[in-house]
Every structure is written in structure tokens, then in C-alpha cells.
């Protein structure tokens, strides 16, 4: 999990939303959910069926921090900014801001990442499972709802949500939470 997921869950925002849209079939799934953390235990399982690669990579990498950004663009600067990063000379504004390589190319960063892992490829050269970083993990969204939606010519789409329902029940000896769904046809 990424230090800004985290940060967004000590501050109290548990709640996320997925949505896979398949504009071709006209179809859609609308997930929203409470975010959880994996535990240790649930992480450890899941790192150790990555690639030795994607290990070194998520040592090299703290997801979502950033490697380097840019001064604020003027808008005269953003105009005359080349597409693809190609520093155009001492007239663009970013020049100085950015390291440029042999091939007048900005460097964006990218080498930053790429020192941190060979750095990590040196460090676990020797070691044959490579361990769990301890800023890394996983979240899981726990289904609240899930929208389907089916689109139609005449804007009649069907729209139908899934709600879930909590409860608990007796079982004798103690109460169990249990859970239900209900099924809401939408209006278009």
C-alpha cells in the first residue's frame, strides 16, 4: 500500500469505489467498499508469489512518492514546452529545472528509479528470498454495493445494484455477523 493510501486512511477515508466500463458491449460494474488493510500475514503469502524482479522493484520504489517534478509552468512556458520532453535549446523554460542527457532529452526522473534498483539489485544479490519491505501491503475493498449496468439504444439501460445488508444472528453460544444482499432495479 502506498504511503498516500495510508495517509488517506488515518484521516478517516475508508471508502473507495471501482468502475470497469466495456464501452463495446455497452456494460458496466460499479464497485464501492470499505478499504482494508491485508495483514502482515496476508501480504507476506501474496509477496512471495512476485517475481524477483517486482521485489526489487517495490525495494526501489515507494509507491507514489515523488522522484521529481518540475517549477510551476508559466503559460508562455507551457506553449512553447516541447510534446516529448526534447529540450529545445536554452528557450524552454524547464531547461535548468531538469537534468538533460547527451540526447537533449529530460530526463524526468527515470534515472533516479533506475540507480534504486540496481542499488537494491546489489543489496539482495546474495539473499535468496528477498523480504517484504515493511512500507509494503495490500488493501482489499469489502463490497458494500455493486452496480451492473447493460445499455440499450433507447436510454432505457437496465441498472441493477447489489446492497448489502448487515446483521447479526444467535447461534446459541455467541452472535455472528452475518450479511445479505438486496437487490435495487435503478431508473436509468
Known amino acids: 500500500m502506498a504511503a498516500g493510501d495510508e495517509q488517506q486512511q488515518q484521516q478517516g477515508n475508508r471508502w473507495a469505489a471501482l468502475t470497469f466500463h466495456w464501452q463495446a458491449v455497452e456494460r458496466q460494474v460499479r464497485i464501492e467498499g470499505i478499504v482494508e488493510s491485508l495483514s502482515r500475514e496476508e501480504s507476506e503469502t501474496y509477496w512471495r508469489t512476485r517475481e524477483r524482479g517486482s521485489q526489487i522493484g517495490a525495494w526501489a520504489s515507494q509507491q507514489s512518492r515523488v522522484l521529481w517534478e518540475t517549477e510551476p509552468l508559466s503559460e508562455s512556458a507551457s506553449a512553447s514546452a516541447p510534446s516529448a520532453g526534447v529540450i529545445n535549446g536554452a528557450e524552454n523554460a524547464n531547461a535548468d529545472a531538469a537534468v538533460i542527457n547527451k540526447h537533449d532529452i529530460v530526463d524526468d526522473g527515470r534515472s533516479i528509479l533506475e540507480d534504486r534498483v540496481k542499488e537494491m539489485e546489489a543489496r539482495f544479490a546474495d539473499v535468496e528470498e528477498?523480504?517484504?519491505?515493511p512500507f509494503w501491503g495490500g488493501i482489499r475493498i469489502v463490497p458494500e454495493s455493486v452496480e451492473f449496468w447493460q445499455g440499450r439504444k433507447s436510454r432505457l439501460h437496465d441498472r441493477f445494484r447489489y446492497v448489502r445488508i448487515h446483521g447479526e444472528v444467535e447461534t446459541g453460544v455467541e452472535t455472528?455477523?452475518?450479511?445479505?444482499w438486496k437487490i435495487q432495479r435503478l431508473s436509468p
Do not use: C, N, V
Open 176 to 180: 455472528a455477523k452475518t450479511f445479505q
Open 130 to 133: 528477498i523480504p517484504l519491505p
